[in-house]
């Protein structure tokens, strides 16, 4: 990446995608650190910035800093915003073609040195003005844990970008990119890029160190294993009443990961339908 060329675009329509949540077996999440509308749909507008800056090779990612509770977990779907700058008076994109998706367990530590690799896919082919997703469920892509930092950490590897490796500046403003939102970002290590030269040098970045303040709207559906195993001091997915102990602590600190188990009520909301949801899935039982 060499710098944070950015472009101000309309992001319009950007996708309406509904996440699938009634699976019996299972507790989904979404993961998104960015603050687009959970479901995608920009009414009458998103707005975002166009990182023009990424040329082949390189990966921008999002990081999701999670706790052990969460893991092991299974990435069931990889949700992409993909855009060119077509308020500027671009027509269709011809680079949708992209190399892959590659899912880590961790943080980068530095370096060139990748995180853990759990999964890597074919090419893709994305859609742009939409938050294309990738459903990764057949694919048993489990995470079985998050490594120091509890965490995992998923991108998109270029191998077309809007900038060639060669020269380093923006030749096709046309291209399609990753978008990156405009409200900030709350924690500097949330977006990355895997840089193959640049100002900075190859490597593991922040995004941030780029000048980009925004979060990179790459989302992850999750589901976790065993999701009833709020307690792993006993072992790997064990059940027992301090399964119960440690999600009742969980309801009454508003956690996600309790608070979540239904959502029928909202996204974020703590209230009996956890607590039923909870016991449904103690008593299923693990795999
Ligand atoms: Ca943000
Ligand atoms: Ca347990
Ligand atoms: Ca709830």
Known sequence: MRDSWKLAACVAGCGALAVACDRASAQEFLLMNDGFPAAGVCNPACTGNLQMGFEEREIGAAAFILDERWFPLQILNVQILWFNNQAGGCGAPTNNIQEGIFVYSDLPQGGVADPHLVYGSPPIQLTAGFLNNFDLES????????????SILIGMQFADGAAPASGGVVTDPCAATLVTDLNGAPNPVLSWVKATGGPLGPGWWPMSAFGVSGDIVIRAVVAPVCYADFDKSAGAISL????????????????????????????????????????????????
């Open 139 to 150: 694919e048993n892509v489990i995470v079985e844990n998050g490594g120091v930092n509890d």
């Open 240 to 287: 027992d009443i301090f399964d119960f102990l440690a999600f009742q602590t969980a309801f009454v600190s508003n956690d996600r990961l309790a608070c979540d188990c239904d959502t029928g009520t909202g996204r974020g909301l703590c209230d009996i339908f956890d607590f039923l949801c909870f016991q449904n899935a103690f008593v299923a039982g693990c795999p």
